[in-house]
């Protein structure tokens, strides 16, 4: 009860498992908490920077993805080859439980529970408070405590002034056995579903984990249906006899926060924060970086005392990936308005400018410095497809 931590995580997905793992490592005294059971619902696909930064072991790679394939409302198709790269895909279950062990060989505390509260004792260090899976409470002060708790993170929420007012997206998916007799399946290519029918404002997918698939959607309209939406995707994909294993749903933030910390001795990560992209829902990698720049932040606080220093992993992300989110933002806005522009979208897809802009992209995780004639190709191409001069 009195034993005094230098950083407690709350949550143990990617952001607050890497976090735990790299202060940890700096011989830092670590808590991580963790609830048992909880699995986000997640497409699984990791870009190859994550894969080489991160260290992540082969075996934890179930699919290895050369291509995407587009499905537009009408059931237009555009295919998206990942020349010269790929797509690494993974399954939460496996992958969030290996960073969790990792950072318990670095040396963190790790504890199954879940976060109920927080209080200051005397002496004004803030101590966080929590329930074990027996139902036990215990509690344990610390210098600094993360959220990484996911979306609308209770640790933010009682801690952080608008922490609850972000963007969601409520995603819903269901891990299936592998579709071997499926025609419209197959094994190294993600599909993409842009069409009203399974979401109004987002998209749908099937991704490949080898022995399984994920099928899923996801949309901020509270009143969709999500779960019948799968099920319409399933039999219009011919996966509707593939059997269930399991099934996940969680709110998901599109939008980073104005604010990632208190101004004193919390700090928030991943999903807390709000670092998931917009337009693709992708969060894994923003977590793990989120994690390592939330690491590097309470290194810093710790050592100087400053609480201004907590600043630093919200300002270092916005620098580096802030102009990606807000343009992400805008072709989400704009291009999933409606059947129609998603059509047009799905047109833009195969234009192979756009392939090879979007794959550097996005394997790498930076705008890429193409030659000028690309990008006004692209640029004159887009206007053409929002004026409606050419056809879908």
């Given at each position: 009860?009195?034993?005094?931590?230098?950083?407690?995580?709350?949550?143990?997905?990617?952001?607050?498992?890497?976090?735990?793992?790299?202060?940890?490592?700096?011989?830092?005294?670590?808590?991580?908490?963790?609830?048992?059971?909880?699995?986000?619902?997640?497409?699984?696909?990791?870009?190859?920077?994550?894969?080489?930064?991160?260290?992540?072991?082969?075996?934890?790679?179930?699919?290895?993805?050369?291509?995407?394939?587009?499905?537009?409302?009408?059931?237009?198709?555009?295919?998206?080859?990942?020349?010269?790269?790929?797509?690494?895909?993974?399954?939460?279950?496996?992958?969030?439980?290996?960073?969790?062990?990792?950072?318990?060989?670095?040396?963190?505390?790790?504890?199954?529970?879940?976060?109920?509260?927080?209080?200051?004792?005397?002496?004004?260090?803030?101590?966080?408070?929590?329930?074990?899976?027996?139902?036990?409470?215990?509690?344990?002060?610390?210098?600094?405590?993360?959220?990484?708790?996911?979306?609308?993170?209770?640790?933010?929420?009682d801690h952080i002034a608008d922490a609850h007012k972000t963007k969601?997206?409520?995603?819903?998916?269901?891990?299936?056995?592998?579709?071997?007799?499926?025609?419209?399946?197959?094994?190294?290519?993600?599909?993409?579903?842009?069409?009203?029918?399974?979401?109004?404002?987002?998209?749908?997918?099937?991704?490949?984990?080898?022995?399984?698939?994920?099928?899923?959607?996801?949309?901020?309209?509270?009143?969709?249906?999500?779960?019948?939406?799968?099920?319409?995707?399933?039999?219009?994909?011919?996966?509707?006899?593939?059997?269930?294993?399991?099934?996940?749903?969680?709110?998901?933030?599109?939008?980073?926060?104005?604010?990632?910390?208190?101004?004193?001795?919390?700090?928030?990560?991943?999903?807390?924060?709000?670092?998931?992209?917009?337009?693709?829902?992708?969060?894994?990698?923003?977590?793990?970086?989120?994690?390592?720049l939330a690491a590097d932040t309470a290194l810093t606080f710790l050592?100087?005392?400053?609480?201004?220093?907590?600043?630093?992993?919200?300002?270092?992300?916005?620098?580096?990936?802030?102009?990606?989110?807000?343009?992400?933002?805008?072709?989400?806005?704009?291009?999933?308005?409606?059947?129609?522009?998603?059509?047009?979208?799905?047109?833009?897809?195969?234009?192979?400018?756009?392939?090879?802009?979007?794959?550097?992209?996005?394997?790498?995780?930076?705008?890429?410095k193409a030659g000028a004639m690309a990008h006004a190709r692209i640029?004159?191409?887009?206007?053409?497809?929002?004026?409606?001069?050419?056809?879908?």
């Open positions: 009860m009195n034993e005094t931590f230098d950083i407690i995580i709350v949550g143990g997905g990617p952001a607050g498992a890497t976090t735990a793992q790299l202060t940890a490592k700096a011989g830092r005294h670590v808590l991580l908490l963790d609830r048992a059971g909880r699995i986000k619902p997640c497409g699984g696909a990791v870009p190859p920077r994550l894969i080489r930064d991160y260290e992540i072991p082969s075996h934890l790679i179930v699919a290895r993805i050369d291509a995407a394939r587009i499905v537009s409302p009408s059931g237009r198709l555009a295919h998206m080859p990942v020349d010269g790269s790929y797509v690494g895909m993974v399954d939460r279950q496996d992958f969030d439980e290996f960073l969790r062990c990792r950072a318990a060989e670095a040396g963190a505390t790790r504890v199954t529970g879940t976060y109920t509260n927080s209080t200051r004792d005397d002496d004004g260090v803030l101590r966080i408070h929590y329930e074990l899976k027996d139902g036990t409470k215990d509690s344990a002060r610390t210098k600094l405590a993360i959220g990484a708790d996911g979306a609308l993170s209770k640790l933010g929420r969601l997206v409520f995603a819903y998916h269901e891990i299936v056995e592998r579709p071997d007799a499926a025609e419209t399946y197959a094994e190294d290519r993600c599909d993409v579903y842009y069409n009203a029918r399974y979401s109004p404002d987002f998209y749908a997918w099937v991704f490949p984990h080898g022995k399984t698939a994920s099928i899923g959607t996801g949309s901020a309209h509270k009143g969709f249906a999500l779960r019948e939406a799968v099920a319409k995707l399933r039999l219009d994909a011919g996966l509707a006899d593939s059997k269930t294993l399991r099934k996940e749903g969680a709110p998901i933030p599109l939008k980073p926060l104005k604010r990632w910390d208190n101004g004193k001795d919390v700090l928030l990560a991943g999903d807390a924060a709000g670092v998931v992209a917009p337009a693709s829902g992708e969060g894994i990698y923003y977590a793990m970086l989120g994690g390592e050592k100087t005392g400053n609480a201004k220093d907590l600043l630093l992993a919200r300002k270092r992300f916005m620098r580096a990936h802030g102009m990606i989110f807000r343009v992400l933002g805008v072709m989400q806005h704009f291009w999933y308005g409606s059947d129609a522009r998603r059509e047009r979208f799905v047109s833009m897809c195969r234009d192979k400018d756009v392939q090879r802009l979007t794959w550097a992209a996005y394997t790498e995780k930076k705008l890429q640029f004159f191409k887009d206007m053409a497809h929002l004026l409606g001069i050419v056809a879908p």
